[in-house]
């Protein structure tokens, strides 16, 4: 069944449909989800994103540097507030609908938006997310990597791979004037394939101007299906995949950390990412 969407793309005022214009208005017309123009960047916004994924990329880098067996997630955060400031950047995630803290930090069974705490020791053989976001001169970034302490067991070391390499399928199955749903479906084939399931909860999304912005791209599901792919649109991958089931629970306490249902681990990388006219570019490098 095709069901209408609104009218989304169209024409600006007093101008003739240019060749893109009639091609994402005729995939309109067979009732696809299109984009609205305004996620389209122009050049100047997707240097700016561009600036800040820089930014990002280094916070990330500085915490890989330091991040071992025996400190906590809040000295993680000290780190991510540190290096974000002294970028003149802002971290995305404080005081983010209420998020107490700069950074998400997210071990074995949390599957993301874990709290930093100065009671959380990292130990070895945890496998953590951590996940930074960047504003800089109000320009979004938003990635994540996952980082093994010490040495873990191989099931975990499997895991994070496989989580890896979802991320990757997914980027390469992106393609101008594809679907969200290209990438939804090479991570989900990729995943099962593994004997992992990929969280439904959680989605990736359009980012650049704000933090969360159209398409929802959503991991799992059908190539063909979600929002149409054009050149200029920015937004994250960010599978989280599970070694078990992939229902979760959010913890009542913080009231933010998802973690899994069966307590089983889970793992999640994430990029940000530009659609050019050969497909994805990768903004947070
Ligand atoms: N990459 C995560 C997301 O897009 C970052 C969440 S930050 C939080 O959802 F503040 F919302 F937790
Ligand atoms: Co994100």
Known sequence: ????????????????????????????????????????KTKAQIEGIRESGKINTGVLDFVAEHIKAGI???????????YTTDHDAIP???????????????INEEVCHGIPGTDIVLEEGDIVNVDVSTIYKGY???????????????????????AKECLDLGAAAAH????????????????????????????????????????????YGKAGTGMLL???????????????TWEIFIDEETGWTAVTEDELPSAQWEHTFLMTDNGLEILTH
Not at 19 to 24: N, V
Not at 72 to 82: N, P
Not at 230 to 244: L, R, S, W
Request: net charge neutral.
């Open 230 to 244: 054009v050149p200029g649109m920015v937004f994250t991958i960010e599978p989280m995949i599970n070694m078990g």
């Open 92 to 106: 995305a995630p404080l005081n983010y609908e209420g998020f107490p803290k700069s950074v998400c930090t997210s």
């Open 176 to 219: 101008p004037f594809g679907f969200v749903g290209d990438i939804a479906e090479a991570i989900t084939t990729h995943a099962h394939q593994n004997g992992y399931q990929v969280v439904r909860d959680f989605c990736g999304h359009g980012v650049g101007l704000e933090f969360h912005e159209e398409p929802e791209v959503c991991h």
């Open 140 to 162: 979004y970034s938003d990635a994540s990597r996952m980082f093994i302490i010490g040495k873990t067991s191989p099931e975990k070391e499997k895991l994070v791979r496989v």
């Open 72 to 82: 906590t997630t809040a000295d993680i955060d000290k780190m991510v507030y540190a």
């Open 1 to 40: 069944m095709i069901i209408k969407n609104k009218i989304r793309w169209t024409l600006p005022k007093g101008k003739n449909a240019s060749e893109l214009d009639r091609k994402i208005m005729a995939i309109q017309e067979k009732g696809h989800l299109v984009p609205t123009r305004s996620l389209i």
